[in-house]
């Protein structure tokens, strides 16, 4: 709770969704429990030259909307 200049009660909300039911699919993950029909591979093939392990990249909605045509390159594997 927070009060304005003039003395009123403005009451602050923050809203938070959290998902169980959706795991990273990870093998090395210790707080998911994962389907084994949805793990991503365990060796993970690296094309990146800028990195040289294998690596997960965490997109949202927008950029698999705005960037489809990045990730379905053969580049990236596990989509």
Same mark, same amino acid.
């Given at each position: 709770?927070?009060?304005?200049?003039?003395?009123h009660v403005l009451?602050?909300t923050h809203e938070?969704?959290?998902?169980?039911?959706?795991?990273?699919?990870?093998? /090395?993950? %210790? *707080?998911?429990? #994962?389907?084994?029909?949805?793990?991503?591979?365990?060796?993970?093939?690296?094309?990146?030259?800028?990195?040289?392990?294998?690596?997960?990249?965490?997109?949202?909605?927008?950029? /698999?909307? %705005? *960037?489809?045509? #990045?990730?379905?390159?053969?580049l990236f594997t596990?989509?």
């Amino acid at each position: 709770l927070r009060k304005t200049r003039r003395g009123h009660v403005l009451k602050i909300t923050h809203e938070l969704y959290l998902r169980t039911d959706i795991t990273c699919g990870s093998n /090395v993950c %210790q *707080q998911c429990t #994962v389907d084994q029909t949805t793990v991503l591979d365990k060796y993970m093939k690296n094309g990146n030259n800028l990195v040289s392990t294998g690596h997960y990249l965490l997109v949202d909605t927008n950029i /698999v909307l %705005q *960037q489809v045509d #990045v990730l379905e390159d053969p580049l990236f594997t596990n989509v």
